[in-house]
T-cell receptor
Framework: DAGITQSPRHKVTETGTPVTLRCHQTENHRYMYWYRQDPGHGLRLIHYSYGVKDTDKGEVSDGYSVSRSKTEDFLLTLESATSSQTSVYFC??????????FGPGTRLTVL | QKEVEQNSGPLSVPEGAIASLNCTYSDRGSQSFFWYRQYSGKSPELIMSIYSNGDKEDGRFTAQLNKASQYVSLLIRDSQPSDSATYLCAVNLIYNQGGKLIFGQGTELSVKP
């Protein structure tokens, strides 16, 4: 998994609670991404980062926020989880030369 | 709307045959093209990247790009049961500056012994 870890790997939470997912890389790559994967929708970009404290929105960013205070860590926060945010979340990294490498994923269930 | 389209499958081929996976994209300005393999319950794994028209071969895999037709394909020769997975096509509008990938929904491949 190209030196990428995600935590937690599985989480069950209740509607309305805040949730933070962590992506940690040891590759010193500049770019980091958060995707969600759902049946019928494929992989969709939530947010991405092109450097420390530099982030931008993807196509499905509503209800999500991100932070990147260090090169190696990219956090995804669901401020108030909803059942529609039940999904598998993948982090990816890139050194800027086009290719993206994915972490192992986090399976989130919102009841 | 930028789109990447793939047949969802499942595509079933016998062991030892050639599997052909196809992908079309809508944005003519796309610059970089990728194929990922995803086993059930696992994360996507990059298997091929291609940036210019023509063929690129890596072992049993060949990626083919035709920008005029906005078409990219993946051929898997001598298919093995271990190739059974979902194959994702991804497209990036830019080159060498990070950027954002747009994914197709994937084609499920089943290789029968």
């Amino acid at each position: 998994d190209a030196g990428i870890t995600q935590s937690p790997r599985h989480k069950v939470t209740e509607t309305g609670t805040p949730v933070t997912l962590r992506c940690h890389q040891t590759e010193n790559h500049r770019y980091m991404y958060w995707y969600r994967q759902d049946p019928g929708h494929g992989l969709r970009l939530i947010h991405y980062s092109y450097g420390v404290k530099d982030t931008d929105k993807g196509e499905v960013s509503d209800g999500y926020s991100v932070s990147r205070s260090k090169t190696e860590d990219f956090l995804l926060t669901l401020e108030s989880a909803t059942s529609s945010q039940t999904s598998v979340y993948f982090c990816a990294i890139s050194n800027g030369f086009n290719e993206q490498f994915f972490g192992p994923g986090t399976r989130l269930t919102v009841l | 709307q930028k789109e990447v389209e793939q047949n969802s499958g499942p595509l079933s081929v016998p062991e030892g045959a050639i599997a052909s996976l196809n992908c079309t994209y809508s944005d003519r300005g796309s610059q970089s093209f990728f194929w990922y393999r995803q086993y059930s319950g696992k994360s996507p794994e990059l298997i091929m990247s291609i940036y210019s028209n023509g063929d690129k071969e890596d072992g049993r895999f060949t990626a083919q790009l035709n920008k005029a037709s906005q078409y990219v394909s993946l051929l898997i020769r001598d298919s093995q049961p271990s190739d059974s997975a979902t194959y994702l096509c991804a497209v990036n509008l830019i080159y060498n500056q990070g950027g954002k990938l747009i994914f197709g929904q994937g084609t499920e491949l089943s290789v029968k012994p």
